[in-house]
């Protein structure tokens, strides 16, 4: 059963801007944090941003704070990830990721999760 679904994505110049979403069950959307990861080309697995369910807190990577902002539409389910200023290094794969709520502050120091999307590509030429 698919639990997480992604769209958006794609290809953009420095400077640009794009915006993912991340659809989920309500259950999901509840009760984990949600959020995503990125994997560029040879690079390890890591968390980009995350939001808490209820009180709706936000985290960022350092390398991405200021640039790219997590949100939520509680009547939709949905999670979005609005990115700005992008630059070459954000080129890679980014997975929608939620996690079990005990767990959501170890987002930035983990590479698994309970439940991932299916992935989507963003490409940022210079």
């Known amino acids: 059963q698919v639990r997480l679904v992604e769209s958006g994505g794609g290809s953009v110049q420095a400077g640009g801007s794009l915006r993912l979403s991340c659809a989920a069950s309500?259950?999901?959307?509840?009760?984990?944090?949600m959020g995503w990861f990125r994997q560029g080309p040879g690079a390890e697995r890591e968390g980009v941003a995350v939001?808490?369910?209820?009180?709706?807190?936000?985290h960022y990577g350092n390398s991405v704070k200021g640039r790219f902002t997590i949100s939520q539409d509680n009547a939709k389910y949905m999670v979005y990830l609005q990115m700005d200023s992008l630059k070459p290094e954000d080129t890679a794969m980014y997975y929608c990721a939620a996690v079990s709520s005990s767990s959501c502050g170890s987002w930035f120091s983990r590479a698994d999760s309970d439940y991932w999307g299916q992935g989507t590509q963003v490409t940022v030429s210079s």
């Open positions: 309500r259950y999901i959307y509840s009760t984990y944090c």
């Open positions: 939001i808490y369910p209820g009180n709706g807190n936000t």
